[in-house]
């Protein structure tokens, strides 16, 4: 067992990692350097252990992943159950994958539903839908760049697998922690959290990350405000006692209420900012997107790669219909690629 230890990007050290009294961390590898890994939380059942989160079905993180729990004197067999936080591929596809092999239970929030279903369409290329919404918020180039890109690109029916169990609000016992299951929609529709609150802490998935901020209105089937959703989701988190932080992606820190209030102000500057970018003439969320710095080195949308570009253009939406659910801009009615104005 090591002892957690701080600074930036020490939290993705291959190991196990003990965050609380019968709670573990392991850090898993992803594919792309973006996020860099994700933490996979592990816990004592009745029956075996339960974990928060998967992690993304690739070789390297299933050896890490049994490295860890050969840690605790445990394998891939003693796991009986993942709760997965939200429905995205880095968080739930190594869980029902583990699954067609071993047969563990894996439980995912309700509110995926829809997502999960249109994942699931036979035929459907990859993005299909983010790429149809791109063309509305005024990125064309960007979105025949991606379509092109992405045109023979295979979907794996298995990554989107159904769940077992439907997660709503309520409490799930595990051994003798009791999680409070918490709905917090904004990164996607169904994402949940969870709360040990005779421990004090909350799993908070992409929810309330540490040192970024998650994407907003990215998903196949978009919620009307999914800005205002997310924000709604952090009141909600920040009207519970103060908890520790055991995030999906950073290393756990002591105050959930802290890191909520830096996100509230966040998204509340970024409000202002695409408020004066609608009322400087841009009129799409592409040139609006356009007007703003993206990423701590303030770099411009044109220098991100697409992925980043598609993120960014999203998010920029997402700012822009919760300014028209305020009355702060306007929208004129049936625009192709949809207006906005001040
Ligand atoms: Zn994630």
Do not use: C
Request: charged fraction near 25%; glycine fraction near 10%.
């Amino acid at each position: 067992m090591t002892q957690e230890s701080t600074g930036r990007g020490e939290w993705t050290r291959p190991g196990l990692f003990e965050v609380a009294p019968g709670v573990h961390r392991i850090p898993l590898p992803l594919p792309n350097d973006g996020l860099r890994a994700v933490n996979v939380y592990v816990l004592q059942g009745e029956d075996g252990l339960v974990l928060i989160d998967s992690g993304w079905a690739i070789p390297e993180a299933r050896e890490t992943l049994v490295t860890g729990l050969d840690g605790l004197g445990s394998s891939l067999d003693d796991v009986r159950r993942f709760l997965v936080t939200h429905v995205h591929r880095d968080h739930y596809q190594q869980a029902v994958t583990l699954r067609q092999e071993l047969g563990m239970r894996v439980a995912l929030g309700a509110g995926e539903r829809d997502s999960l279903e249109v994942l699931r369409e036979p035929g459907r290329r990859p993005l299909q839908q983010q790429v149809g919404a791109l063309r509305t918020l005024g990125a064309t180039a960007l979105a025949d760049f991606v379509e092109d890109h992405l045109k023979d690109a295979q979907i794996d029916e298995l990554e989107w697998a159904l769940p077992d169990d439907w997660l709503t609000e309520g409490e799930v016992p595990v051994g003798e922690r009791v999680l409070d299951v918490v709905a917090t929609p904004g990164h996607t529709r169904g994402h949940v959290v969870f709360y040990d609150v005779a421990g004090s802490l909350l799993f908070a998935g992409d929810h309330v990350l540490p040192t970024i901020t998650p994407s907003i209105g990215f998903e196949p089937v978009l919620s009307p405000d999914p800005l205002g959703d997310f924000l709604g989701s952090l009141a909600k988190v920040r009207a519970r006692p103060d908890a520790r932080l055991l995030p999906a992606h950073g290393p756990v820190t002591d105050s959930v209420h802290a890191r909520v209030d830096e996100l509230i102000a966040h998204h509340g500057a970024r409000l202002d900012e695409v408020e004066k970018g609608v009322r400087a003439g841009a009129t799409t969320a592409f040139e609006v997107a356009g007007e703003l710095r993206w990423t701590r080195r303030e770099r411009k949308l044109a220098d991100l790669d697409p992925f980043n570009q598609m993120l960014a253009i999203a998010e920029t939406a997402a700012h822009l219909e919760l300014l028209v659910a305020q009355g702060r801009i306007s929208v004129e009615a049936g625009s192709e690629p949809r207006r906005y104005g001040g």
